[in-house]
């Protein structure tokens, strides 16, 4: 089982999806959205996508920390940084980068 460090690094580099169900409920601010009426539009102008603060950080990071961890998105449930799974690596590469940058 992978463990989370809780850097906050992906949370700040990656746009977070919302499955068709996630976007329905309701559940999750989200970019644009007061120009699509359903999923669909939602999916073509990237509307189902979790919003962002100034800082292009998910709105739901706060102090490193997710917000909303118990019912965080799936795509956010998925990932972990020391994946194996080859559909992470370019991701998992960003977050190495981006931490030498600023170290
Ligand atoms: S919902 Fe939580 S885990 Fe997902 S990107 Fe936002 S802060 Fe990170």
């Known amino acids: ?57 998910c709105i739901y990071l706060k102090d490193k920390k997710c917000s909303i961890h118990n019912f965080r998105p799936q795509s956010c449930k998925n990932f972990f940084c020391d994946s194996d799974n080859l559909q992470f690596q370019s991701m998992i590469k960003k977050i190495k980068d981006y931490k030498n940058e600023k170290a």
């Not at 068709?20 to 999750?28: F, H, T």
């Open 1 to 57: 089982m992978s463990k989370c460090s809780q850097c906050g690094v992906c949370c700040r580099l990656f746009l977070i999806n919302l499955s068709e169900e996630e976007y329905r409920s309701g559940r999750y601010d989200t970019m644009f959205d007061e120009f699509v009426s359903d999923f669909e539009e939602a999916e073509m102008v990237g509307a189902n996508i979790l919003a962002q603060k100034e800082d292009n950080s």
